[in-house]
């Protein structure tokens, strides 16, 4: 069965892949600016010294001098849109030298539309730019090139239609390798955000799991020790949910992990930071929290969550919790914060405990 994975937006996808397409436009502009020379001695080789040759070394300068300076900037491309930006200035006039050149060679010379047909193709699989972008000046060259060949008035039609079938087919051809090569990757980056998104959070409570919350919370520390501001943390323990689970089945602790979960966010604040830290564990960073505020979001979470029984199956599974708080102070890590909330928890869990097994007693 095939996997389906979120879409990825257009701007996630571009910036993911932008430091990978800027090499790719890279390669592309150094090709360019190295075939430069040969492809003057060709028009050289048809031309020689004349108004014509003058001409097309004028416009081969302007590229080789573009494309040097693209260069530079391509190695500090600062975001996706200025490398399409930059690109497409410089691939207008790389694909007018081209035609120029190609209505400057004799009439009765048709050998440049071999060379049109494989750029036509190979122009959209080498440049990594979105095909909305790159369509129309390929568009306009294919266009142009078509009314040259109606120009030059081949005796032969099944050569002129032959020249329009391979670049048609060539342009065509292109665009679709390319299109199926984008949305292949756009697969990958998918897949690769779900199993990075699936790593960080825990399965049945859908929260943040223990590995992310450290990160968040070594992250936040720094950030708050920076600014001078306080911070928070909140452990709060189910008690007894492994007797739940032996109770009434392992649904029905995950039926009291689910609902608790909704709780406590509905208790705590739009940017704190809940996680499920172990089995019957969860852990609320408090940003920009003071002790007093910690306690008074301990409080009401703790309400919240005793409020009312969770419903499980026609019966009433009533829930005690257990509650520690922890506030940073001068030299403190997350990893410090959390043994003196889980110290304070402690306390907390051995006062619940005898009244919730009288409780769970009852029920039985």
Same mark, same amino acid.
């Given at each position: 069965?095939?996997?389906?994975?979120?879409? +990825?937006? @257009?701007?996630? %996808?571009?910036? %993911?892949?932008?430091?990978?397409?800027?090499?790719?436009?890279?390669?592309?502009?150094?090709?360019?600016?190295?075939?430069?020379?040969?492809?003057? %001695?060709?028009?050289?080789?048809?031309?020689?010294?004349?108004?014509?040759?003058?001409?097309?070394?004028?416009?081969?300068? &302007?590229? +080789?001098?573009?494309?040097? &300076?693209? #260069?530079?900037?391509?190695?500090?491309?600062?975001?996706?849109?200025?490398?399409?930006? @930059?690109?497409?200035?410089?691939?207008?006039? &790389?694909?007018?030298?081209?035609?120029? =050149?190609?209505?400057? #060679?004799?009439?009765?010379?048709?050998?440049?539309?071999?060379?049109?047909?494989? #750029?036509?193709?190979?122009?959209?699989?080498?440049?990594?730019?979105?095909?909305?972008?790159?369509?129309?000046?390929?568009?306009?060259?294919?266009?142009?090139?078509?009314?040259?060949?109606?120009?030059?008035?081949?005796?032969?039609?099944?050569?002129?239609?032959?020249?329009?079938?391979?670049?048609?087919?060539?342009?065509?051809?292109?665009?679709?390798?390319?299109?199926?090569?984008?949305? %292949?990757?756009?697969?990958?980056?998918?897949?690769?955000?779900?199993?990075?998104?699936?790593?960080?959070?825990?399965?049945?409570?859908?929260?943040?799991?223990?590995?992310?919350?450290?990160?968040?919370? @070594?992250?936040?520390?720094?950030?708050? &020790?920076?600014?001078? /501001?306080?911070?928070?943390?909140?452990?709060?323990?189910?008690?007894?949910?492994?007797?739940?689970?032996?109770?009434?089945?392992?649904?029905?602790?995950?039926? +009291?992990?689910?609902?608790?979960?909704?709780?406590? /966010?509905?208790?705590?604040? =739009?940017?704190?930071?809940?996680?499920?830290?172990?089995?019957?564990?969860?852990?609320?960073?408090?940003?920009?929290?003071?002790?007093? @505020?910690?306690?008074?979001?301990?409080?009401?979470?703790?309400?919240?969550?005793?409020?009312?029984?969770?419903?499980?199956?026609?019966?009433?599974?009533?829930?005690?919790?257990?509650?520690?708080?922890?506030?940073?102070?001068?030299?403190?890590?997350?990893?410090?914060?959390?043994?003196?909330?889980?110290?304070?928890?402690? /306390?907390?869990?051995?006062?619940?405990?005898?009244?919730?097994?009288?409780?769970?007693?009852?029920?039985?």
């Amino acid at each position: 069965m095939q996997v389906r994975y979120p879409d +990825v937006s @257009d701007e996630a %996808y571009r910036s %993911y892949y932008l430091k990978q397409d800027r090499g790719q436009c890279r390669k592309v502009v150094r090709i360019v600016l190295w075939t430069s020379l040969p492809l003057l %001695y060709v028009d050289y080789l048809f031309h020689g010294l004349t108004m014509s040759l003058l001409a097309l070394l004028v416009l081969r300068t &302007v590229v +080789v001098i573009g494309s040097a &300076v693209l #260069l530079r900037r391509l190695a500090t491309t600062p975001s996706a849109d200025t490398l399409q930006r @930059d690109m497409l200035l410089w691939i207008v006039p &790389v694909l007018f030298t081209q035609f120029a =050149s190609n209505a400057s #060679l004799p009439r009765e010379y048709f050998g440049h539309y071999l060379i049109d047909a494989w #750029l036509a193709m190979i122009y959209f699989i080498a440049i990594p730019l979105p095909l909305r972008a790159l369509r129309a000046p390929m568009i306009v060259f294919v266009t142009a090139s078509l009314c040259l060949l109606a120009y030059q008035q081949v005796a032969l039609s099944a050569y002129t239609i032959s020249v329009t079938s391979m670049l048609l087919a060539g342009a065509y051809s292109g665009h679709a390798i390319s299109a199926y090569l984008h949305r %292949y990757r756009r697969k990958i980056l998918s897949a690769e955000q779900e199993i990075e998104r699936q790593s960080t959070i825990d399965p049945v409570t859908g929260v943040v799991n223990r590995r992310e919350f450290m990160r968040i919370s @070594d992250s936040e520390l720094q950030r708050h &020790v920076r600014l001078g /501001k306080s911070l928070s943390i909140l452990v709060l323990d189910l008690d007894q949910l492994k007797q739940i689970s032996d109770l009434h089945g392992h649904h029905a602790g995950d039926i +009291v992990l689910v609902e608790v979960t909704r709780r406590m /966010k509905r208790a705590t604040r =739009s940017y704190d930071c809940l996680a499920r830290y172990g089995n019957e564990e969860f852990c609320i960073l408090l940003p920009e929290a003071s002790a007093e @505020d910690a306690d008074r979001i301990a409080a009401r979470t703790r309400a919240t969550v005793l409020a009312m029984p969770v419903a499980y199956s026609g019966k009433e599974l009533r829930v005690t919790v257990s509650m520690g708080v922890a506030t940073m102070q001068e030299g403190d890590t997350a990893s410090s914060m959390l043994q003196r909330a889980d110290a304070s928890l402690a /306390k907390a869990r051995v006062a619940n405990d005898h009244a919730y097994d009288s409780v769970i007693g009852g029920e039985a």
